[in-house]
């Protein structure tokens, strides 16, 4: 880590091959030109966590300013098409010290505070074959087995390769290999490990499909493995009833499988979770149920978000044996004529946690969100966001946290 922006490397071959092609092809680069967009994004964050249980430090408070500058090719002509992507991206403290530094919204510097700004740039090559796309470099990712953090100043990503297959109508076809990850407050890539789990490694490999049985029914199904570590058998469903009069109910099911890899050390999960969302006019109204079983926590990449129902703002309630309920409301305030006001609060409540000490383990956690984006005007597009959380646990942090954001995002062209 540095204080300096630093530049991710691009894995030559491609990045050889891509100037070729451009070079020898001049008139395929209209595509590569006119298919292009570019877009600044603006985030200012301010952070707050407060700790409320004896013995701990009384507080982590951090305000800082980022710039995400997305740049996106289009494809040469030709039967394969190929294409360059661009994320560059910049955070710069305007508040921190007096031992409130740690809030993941900058790096930590040599005295236990904080860096004054930091950056990098990703380049991403890309190829297009018909319906199909293959992505190798800087990765930002959401799928069920593995998924980037987005929830502070910057984003985190991955090195590697991701494979989209899209040639037969209904099934989407995912694979990828991911060798280092960069976290939200670093500029250094690393070797990935396992949260709760431990361990070290610099080969995480996934592969399924999506397919979608009805125009309201979709089915998942991945593998994954982080090499030496553990590996993961994940399926999910989603369906979407339309029950007239402005009424729907969405069903959202999902199973995790999870085991040793390699001879790290035995693992052994298996987690459940469903969520059950009744809309009506602006309102939506959700019931979640998670459960693990086995003898270890919910293993995935650290750092990362794990793809769990009862994955909120600071919980994933992903412990050992824990069971898990979620009560969820949310509000679109369009159906009053105020659009681009939204909110959103939940609760939800987790026991039978194995623990240390004699007695069984339970936490809870609250969350609500207010949102605004202007929707038109000079300030179009500029949205604010307040998060406010409270976490209780007997056999973890209690803390209250705020988070205020304001972003902005300029198309380029």
Do not use: C
């Not at 006119?34 to 507080?59: M, P, T, V, W």
């Not at 953090?149 to 090195?159: A, E, G, H, V």
């Not at 109204?285 to 994955?311: A, E």
């Amino acid at each position: 880590m540095n204080n300096s922006l630093s530049t991710q490397r691009l894995y030559l071959p491609v990045g050889t091959l891509l100037g070729l092609s451009l070079l020898g092809a001049p008139a395929a680069q209209a595509d590569f030109i006119a298919d292009s967009k570019g877009s600044l994004e603006a985030r200012n964050f301010y952070f707050n966590r407060d700790f409320r249980q004896d013995g701990s430090r009384e507080k982590a408070e951090e305000w800082a300013q980022g710039f995400l500058l997305r740049m996106e090719s289009g494809y040469t002509a030709g039967t394969l098409g190929f294409g360059l992507d661009a994320l560059g991206m910049a955070g710069f403290k305007l508040d921190s010290g007096g031992g409130t530094a740690g809030t993941n919204l900058l790096p930590p510097d040599l005295s236990g505070g904080s860096q004054d700004r930091y950056g990098e740039l990703g380049l991403t090559a890309k190829v297009h074959l018909s319906n199909s796309t293959l992505k190798l470099g800087t990765l930002q990712i959401k799928d069920p087995v593995v998924s980037s953090n987005d929830t502070r100043l910057l984003p985190s990503t991955f090195k590697g390769g991701l494979v989209n297959v899209q040639e037969i109508d209904r099934l989407k076809l995912t694979a990828g290999q991911l060798t280092q990850i960069n976290f939200v407050d670093s500029t250094d890539y690393q070797d990935m490990t396992a949260n709760r789990i431990g361990g070290k490694s610099d080969k995480f490999q996934f592969a399924g499909a999506d397919y979608q049985f009805l125009p309201n029914l979709t089915a998942q199904y991945r593998y994954g493995t982080l090499e030496n570590i553990y590996r993961q058998n994940y399926l999910g469903l989603v369906h979407l009833l339309d029950l007239g009069a402005g009424q729907s109910l969405k069903s959202d099911v999902r199973y995790a499988r999870s085991t040793e890899d390699g001879n790290f050390r035995d693992l052994d999960n298996q987690a459940f979770g469903a969520m059950f969302t009744y809309s009506l006019g602006g309102h939506a109204l959700g019931f979640g149920y998670q459960r693990m079983s086995g003898d270890d926590p919910f293993p995935y990449i650290g750092r990362s978000d794990p793809y769990l129902v009862n994955f909120v703002q600071i919980g994933d309630f992903a412990n050992v044996d824990e069971h898990s309920w979620q009560t969820r409301y949310d509000y679109n305030f369009a159906a009053l004529g105020v659009p681009g006001l939204s909110f959103m609060t939940r609760y939800i409540s987790g026991d039978n946690v194995q623990r240390s000490a004699p007695g069984e383990g339970k936490e809870w956690e609250r969350n609500t969100d207010i949102a605004y984006v202007v929707q038109d005007g000079t300030l179009k597009g500029l949205g604010f966001k307040w998060r406010n959380a409270s976490v209780r646990s007997n056999f973890g942090n209690d803390l209250d946290e705020n988070r205020l954001i304001i972003s902005y995002t300029l198309a380029l062209w």
